[in-house]
């Protein structure tokens, strides 16, 4: 039986395989880079270490000249966020201290400042008016930008050079320029401290930029796609839901959390536009007082608490927040 030997070249993995050697300048510029990097993250990151340590301090050490680094860590400020209490003295205080096994981690706080919890405070009411506004007026505001950017980016709008325009003027007045004018209006339509007043404001003022950000990713999709479905016989809604809106997803995620963002840390309307119903967070937030002041605790508590569900949106969708790779190029 024949048998055949292997006779291709062959190529043998010497021991003295040469390894290229990284430059020791590009090196140290790799260094420098990532040490610049780090200070202006500690830089911008230091506002926030400030407010994490206010919001667990105790009122004596919010105010401490010096300021304090190492402190006793305490729970002050979410109790004066978070709850109503009454002040306590004689036999009322004597009989609550020698029930305090009986209380909660925030009525021991409270007693230890001769306070009695009797019930919630606003700020929970004010963070649910901030949850639906904001997500209600994204939604919205996402919807309708998704619809308009698809048509300026698909269609011969006529005029469409200046109604992007006219689109994008929009965001370039200030807020209180249109407070009072939006007031007087909305106080005529019955709309003033609303939830749906709320969410219309915010969801004209998102449209420019869901618009002209969406906008830039459909043109990057490849009409080909498009095509090739229409000729398959999909219609142009099914061709832009299965086709573009996929490819988009990118995109979509991208706009909702800058629009989000915008939504959720806005002031002047929520100020000017709301009293006690449709009341968001930030106004209350800034307004906070205390009974012997500002509680700066319970401030940088309702900050800390308000920054949380952004930050948690932001990591779940921290992968979308950069362009795919599906943008810009056509899959064969």
């Given at each position: 039986?024949?048998?055949?030997?292997?006779?291709?070249?062959?190529?043998?993995?010497?021991?003295?395989?040469?390894?290229?050697?990284?430059?020791?300048?590009?090196?140290?510029?790799?260094?420098?880079?990532?040490?610049?990097?780090?200070?202006?993250?500690?830089?911008?990151?230091?506002?926030?270490?400030?407010?994490?340590?206010?919001?667990?301090?105790?009122?004596?050490?919010?105010?401490?000249?010096?300021p304090k680094l190492i402190f006793q860590p305490t729970l002050e400020g979410f109790?004066?966020?978070?709850?109503?209490?009454?002040?306590?003295?004689?036999?009322?205080?004597?009989?609550?201290?020698?029930?305090?096994?009986?209380?909660?981690?925030?009525?021991?706080?409270?007693?230890?400042?001769?306070?009695?919890?009797?019930?919630?405070?606003?700020?929970?009411?004010?963070?649910?008016?901030?949850?639906?506004?904001?997500?209600?007026?994204?939604?919205?505001?996402?919807?309708?930008?998704?619809?308009?950017?698809?048509?300026?980016?698909?269609?011969?709008?006529?005029?469409?050079?200046?109604?992007?325009?006219?689109?994008?003027?929009?965001?370039?007045?200030?807020?209180?320029?249109?407070?009072?004018?939006?007031?007087?209006?909305?106080?005529?339509?019955?709309?003033?401290?609303?939830?749906?007043?709320?969410?219309?404001?915010?969801?004209?003022?998102?449209?420019?930029?869901?618009?002209?950000?969406?906008?830039?990713?459909?043109?990057?999709?490849?009409?080909?796609?498009?095509?090739?479905?229409?000729?398959?016989?999909?219609?142009?809604?099914?061709?832009?839901?299965?086709?573009?809106?996929?490819?988009?997803?990118?995109?979509?995620?991208?706009?909702?959390?800058?629009?989000?963002?915008?939504?959720?840390?806005?002031?002047?309307?929520?100020?000017?536009?709301?009293?006690?119903?449709?009341?968001?967070?930030?106004?209350?937030?800034?307004?906070?007082?205390g009974r012997g002041g500002i509680e700066w605790s319970a401030i940088a508590a309702?900050?800390?608490?308000?920054?949380?569900?952004?930050?948690?949106?932001?990591?779940?969708?921290?992968?979308?927040?950069?362009?795919?790779?599906?943008?810009?190029?056509?899959?064969?």
């Amino acid at each position: 039986m024949a048998t055949f030997e292997e006779t291709g070249p062959r190529h043998p993995v010497t021991e003295g395989t040469r390894v290229d050697k990284v430059h020791p300048r590009a090196k140290l510029a790799k260094n420098m880079r990532a040490f610049l990097v780090i200070i202006i993250a500690i830089v911008l990151l230091f506002p926030v270490f400030v407010m994490m340590m206010t919001a667990f301090k105790s009122r004596s050490d919010v105010v401490s000249i010096p300021p304090k680094l190492i402190f006793q860590p305490t729970l002050e400020g979410f109790v004066f966020l978070l709850t109503e209490r009454s002040q306590l003295s004689g036999a009322a205080l004597e009989e609550a201290r020698a029930n305090a096994d009986e209380l909660g981690i925030f009525g021991q706080v409270a007693l230890r400042n001769g306070q009695r919890i009797t019930g919630p405070s606003d700020f929970t009411i004010r963070l649910r008016n901030s949850v639906i506004i904001a997500f209600g007026a994204t939604v919205a505001s996402v919807t309708l930008g998704l619809f308009a950017a698809y048509a300026f980016s698909r269609f011969e709008v006529p005029g469409k050079g200046d109604l992007m325009f006219f689109i994008l003027s929009g965001r370039m007045l200030p807020a209180v320029v249109v407070t009072i004018p939006i007031f007087l209006m909305y106080r005529q339509l019955g709309l003033h401290d609303t939830h749906a007043g709320m969410i219309l404001i915010y969801t004209v003022f998102n449209l420019s930029l869901t618009v002209w950000l969406l906008k830039g990713f459909i043109d990057e999709i490849p009409r080909e796609y498009e095509e090739a479905a229409l000729v398959d016989g999909y219609s142009r809604f099914q061709a832009f839901y299965k086709i573009v809106l996929p490819q988009a997803a990118t995109g979509i995620a991208a706009t909702t959390v800058f629009s989000l963002i915008f939504v959720w840390n806005e002031y002047a309307f929520a100020l000017m536009l709301t009293s006690q119903k449709a009341r968001t967070a930030p106004p209350a937030i800034a307004t906070m007082l205390g009974r012997g002041g500002i509680e700066w605790s319970a401030i940088a508590a309702g900050t800390l608490v308000f920054l949380i569900p952004v930050l948690i949106i932001i990591f779940a969708l921290r992968r979308h927040l950069l362009r795919g790779v599906t943008f810009g190029a056509i899959r064969q």
